[in-house]
């Protein structure tokens, strides 16, 4: 008997709580039936219209975040003037980086497609950590090369070049790769042609230096992806995804007041976005 009068003892409790609030409903239900109707629809309506617009910015900055172009390069190979140039237009004088940037970029065609830039700092104790934070989110990947100074940073810049194409992570989710060859304004710059080729010989140095290499000396957890095919002298065309060159400016070529060479790279984001 005590058992069974227990159930309905709570639904008691249950309707005593429901009742305190029961004034309150009646209230509210008054209140809503005294509102001019026309006023209800207009407050129902701007509701509508802010949920939406939030809704709307929240998928767009998914879709943004999800189309991410990463300039990655060494110190001083021109990547964060690159970054303003695309931005605005605008020559602007820059200084080492220690952390990322990142702006929406509208790219240039008729279906109002943007992207998302991020320009990574070219610090050799900070490349490799703030690549591993975006990699897994990049879209494209632009490695920016100073051409002038390519001849002397050709070791530098292949093994950092090296690490990023072995990346399984990079490799997955990066079906774009550009090499911007930098600063063609200068003199003494390389073609893209030529860096594409000596990058290739030491590329293919590193790829045997690397497998020859104790494997009790990789503290890593993941195996890096085979760089081109075995017993061939390696070449980008061997890569899963397109590696592709272009030549480019981000300084002008007579001064800062003149506007940047970078038509070709503005090209290649309107076409990848």
Do not use: H
């Amino acid at each position: 008997m005590l058992m069974a009068s227990a159930g309905p003892q709570r639904v008691r409790e249950g309707g005593g709580a429901g009742g305190a609030f029961q004034p309150y409903l009646d209230s509210l239900r008054q209140e809503l039936q005294g509102t001019d109707p026309t006023l209800l629809s207009v407050g129902l309506a701007l509701v509508v219209v802010l949920l939406t617009l939030v809704l709307w910015k929240l998928i767009r900055s998914r879709r943004s975040s999800q189309r991410a172009v990463l300039l990655v390069g060494l110190c001083d190979s021109g990547k964060t003037l690159l970054f303003v140039r695309l931005l605005t237009g605008l020559y602007r004088d820059t200084q080492t980086s220690i952390t990322y940037s990142s702006a929406v970029y509208r790219v240039n065609n008729n279906r109002g497609n943007s992207l998302t830039l991020i320009d990574l700092p070219g610090n050799e104790r900070l490349r490799l950590q703030f690549l591993e934070r975006f990699k897994a989110s990049a879209r494209a990947v632009v490695f920016v090369v100073d051409s002038a100074a390519f001849q002397r940073e050709v070791k530098d810049v292949a093994e950092f070049l090296y690490q990023v194409l072995v990346d399984s992570v990079g490799l997955k989710n990066a079906p774009s790769f550009l090499i911007a060859c930098n600063k063609q304004d200068i003199a003494m710059a390389k073609s893209a042609k030529l860096i594409q080729q000596q990058l290739e010989k030491e590329l293919n140095t590193l790829r045997v230096t690397r497998s020859a290499a104790p494997s009790t000396l990789d503290t890593s957890n993941s195996v890096p992806a085979q760089l081109g095919k075995r017993g061939k002298e390696f070449e980008f065309s061997q890569l899963p995804l397109k590696v592709e060159f272009l030549e480019c400016s981000a300084k002008g070529g007579k001064g800062d007041s003149d506007p940047a060479d970078v038509q070709d790279l503005e090209k290649w984001l309107a076409k990848i976005s």
